[in-house]
Nanobody, 115 residues
């Protein structure tokens, strides 16, 4: 059974930093693309960043230069380092993995950026 557990969210002032973690179990983590998504109130869930099994990365334009996604295959964990946070980054952040042609999501972690 695939499980994803996120941590690291919280309340931070604008300009601050947070690091999110997502630990995976029950999946061939090292062979899969991992992604971070977010959903703000009243908005659709959107891709923030993703990293392939070859560690190629892509980012949403709104976070380029501020966020960094990374992975540690030995720990089955993907990270999202978020710097220079803005109030518009406020959202619930979810990690996603894919296993056997099925997408799996974590429970989400709240990130709130105050102005």
């Amino acid at each position: 059974q695939v499980q994803l557990v996120e941590s690291g969210g919280g309340l931070v002032q604008a300009g601050g930093s947070l690091r999110l973690s997502c630990a995976a179990t029950g999946t061939l983590f090292r062979f899969s693309t991992q992604g971070w998504y977010r959903q703000a109130p009243g908005k659709q869930r959107e891709l923030v960043a993703q990293i392939t099994n070859f560690s190629a990365t892509t980012y949403a334009d709104s976070v380029k230069g501020r966020f960094t996604i990374s992975r540690d295959n030995a720990k089955n964990t993907v990270y999202l380092q978020m710097n220079s946070l803005k109030p518009d980054d406020t959202a619930v952040y979810y990690c996603k993995t894919r296993s056997s042609d099925t997408d799996y999501w974590g429970q989400g972690t709240q990130v709130t950026v105050s102005s």
